[in-house]
């Protein structure tokens, strides 16, 4: 099984993209953070064929955590 980690952080749309995903057979996992997200990519104990992220995100953005 896939699995796409998603940096979000509104509800409304973590919520939504979990569903259309996972509709596809995708295991999801979130990040509610550009450093949560970096953390977790960081820590390598799961191995991710995607990454979503926010551009727009508080403290460290889309942008800045892709880099």
Not at 33 to 58: H, N, T, W
Request: aromatic fraction near 8%; charge should be negative.
């Amino acid at each position: 099984m896939y699995t796409v980690m998603v940096a979000e952080d509104e509800s409304e749309i973590r919520n939504y993209l979990k569903l259309a995903l996972s509709i596809h057979g995708l295991r999801v996992e979130f990040a509610q953070s550009g450093e949560e997200a970096v953390a977790l990519v960081a820590e390598k104990k799961q191995r991710y064929c995607l990454v979503l992220l926010d551009i727009f995100m508080p403290i460290r953005d889309g942008m800045d955590s892709l880099k």
